[in-house]
């Protein structure tokens, strides 16, 4: 594609990256036919090659509207359309640029703003967010109907224990923002699991939101700045030898592997942000390449069908596909089959929120796709998936790696950790006691 750039677009940080991207498009049109938003309404500015040429006028200096920003924001950053295209056109990073360049030329109306702000400020602060959550249940009956369906209806599963770090094996994991109070047996799990391997994870208190929230709602400045809080908060585990810092929500991890690239102009941090996003891993890519053909799970908890939902941060942003469902295959999982699976749940981040209606929309396909097979139990590898499908009150949906703890109540008697290495059951029982 031809770009003829205007002056002030020239100066932005990210001219030349945005310029490369535009020209690598070819507008062969193969993306609209695996976009979430273009399927639902048919319209090409709801399309990737629509919002491509949209971001391109934008920064040749040709005017923006509100419309513009509808049409941008209505893009799930699913990236599904990255996946599809045959040139190689990194959507996403082009639609970051022209997102923050389009909110300091078109301001928002105040409602907007508020509910953006708000969610930032929510969202990315834990003990902020546990407390409105706990409020919310504890009203909820007295709560319109539309602020009721956002508040989770059904009972979270505790927290079980973690075992304390013994292995020679370490690695860090991000503990999230929303996580630990909608799903707070998500990251015990995954600790239990891999100390049940011979892997101790090391605690990284200082650490906090990954930033994708700030990132994404164009608060692009206040996203780097939580980028470099856990670049320092890990980097003394880092210089330790720490083989992997893991993330369980495919969201999380999809952004802090990003970190080399959105941090590759800063003269303090591009090194380090280098390392950490090659130190990245979601759980999956951690447990993919342990022996767990020697656990024996327990045949009664494997027997219940699973319908397995890939989010688009691990498909499509992770290149990760099929991964998950993998290793539950491996250990002995029925997985029904979903049709459309590249598709988006609607989730998105914060999309749920901002774009209530197309969210829905999207989630109702989802939930039909994934309960075809009749399944017991729904498993997903993100916690805004998996708190967005499961408000539908249809299927429950938990996070797979609850699954496959659950599974490994029974076991050998000797499990190996690595060849040559060997756990016994007395010290898997003292760290993984049967629940």
Known sequence: MQTNLDSHAKALPNAEEAESILRSCVHCGFCNATCPTYQLLGNELDGPRGRIYLIKQLLEGEPASEKTQLHLDRCLTCRNCETTC??????????????????????????????????????SRPAVFDALLKTGRAVRPLLPASVQAKVPARSVVPAKPRPAPRHARRVLMLEGCVQPSLSPNTNAAAARVLDRLGISVTPAREAGCCGATDYHLNAQDAGLD??????????????????????????????????????????LYATKAARVSALARD????????PLDALQPAADVIAMRVA?????????????????????????????????????????????????????????KKMAALESGQPG????AN???QMHLDRAGRTRVRHWIELVEEALGVANTRVHARPGKEL?????????PCQ
């Open 86 to 123: 045959p040139s190689g056109v990194t959507y996403h990073r082009l639609l970051d640029i022209g997102r923050a360049e389009l909110e300091r030329r078109v301001e928002r109306p105040i409602g907007e703003r508020l509910t953006r702000k708000g969610l930032r400020t929510v969202i």
């Open 226 to 267: 939580r980028a470099r809080r856990n670049i320092n908060a890990w980097w003394t585990s880092v210089e330790a030898g720490v083989e992997a810092i893991v993330q369980t929500a495919s969201g999380c991890g999809a952004f802090v592997k990003e970190y080399g690239h959105l941090l590759r102009n800063d003269p």
């Open 283 to 290: 759980l999956v890519e951690v447990l993919a390449t342990e």
């Open 308 to 364: 397995f939902h890939c989010p688009c941060t691990l498909q499509h942003a992770q290149k990760l596909g099929g991964a998950v469902e993998s290793v539950l295959t491996r250990l002995g999982f029925d997985l029904s089959a979903v049709p459309d699976a590249h598709l988006c749940c609607g989730s998105a981040g914060t999309y749920s929120i901002t774009q209530p209606e197309l969210a829905q929309k999207l989630r109702d």
């Open 377 to 380: 139990i729904i498993a997903t």
């Open 383 to 385: 916690i805004g998936c």
């Open 424 to 432: 016994t059951q007395s010290a898997l029982n003292n760290s993984f």
